[in-house]
């Protein structure tokens, strides 16, 4: 028995040393803008992707500055699917805020292009909300939506491949009151590939 446990030790720091040499998985590209009092950031869970891959749109908009900020927001688009979309499915989170329209809408927006600026997919074909609504962020309030998509461009079809870029947006607010929807902040885009 003394023997079995010694054994069984030594197996589990053998694993252990392996487990804790190994490199921590780095995070995909990322890229921000800041307009006061808005931050907004889009990433990528990675630069490169297989055909037959899903990716990871990560999306976070934050309050940067020591007030409360009231947006005004006309969303991008409602969560159901349109039937010529990749499949996709999003997910929410948030600190710090508060709005009636978190877990329905997808706050954000982003543009797929091949590299030669060829559209591959762009949120701006699902249909629109006919409202607006507001989102409530504390300082340092930070609203996170989170879109994964198929590499599937569309159903039946095959998967796309290729050297693309993509660039992320908050379209369609104002802050505080400030006037009608209309402010838009747009990342710089990330290029990536699909081979």
Known sequence: MFLVGILVACLASI???????????????????????????????????????????????????????????????ALGINPMAPIFRVETSSEGVTSSELSIAFHFGFRWTYSNGTVVFDTGHFGRF??????????????????????????????????????????????????PPTATLETPSIAFTAN
């Open 15 to 77: 694993a252990y040393a392996y487990w804790a040499s190994m490199p921590l998985p780095t995070p995909g590209p990322t890229v921000s803008i800041t307009s006061p009092p808005l931050q907004f950031s889009m990433g990528l869970d990675k630069a490169e992707y297989a055909p037959i891959d899903n990716f990871t749109v990560h999306f976070s908009l934050r309050n940067i500055s020591n007030q409360t900020v009231t947006l005004t927001v006309t969303s991008i688009l």
């Open 130 to 179: 006919h409202s607006t609504y507001n989102i409530v962020l504390a300082p340092g309030g930070c609203l996170n939506q989170i879109f994964h998509l198929s590499l599937v461009q569309y159903y039946g079809k095959p998967p796309v491949t290729g050297v693309f870029q993509i660039r992320g947006f908050f379209p369609y607010f104002y802050v505080d009151g400030s006037g």
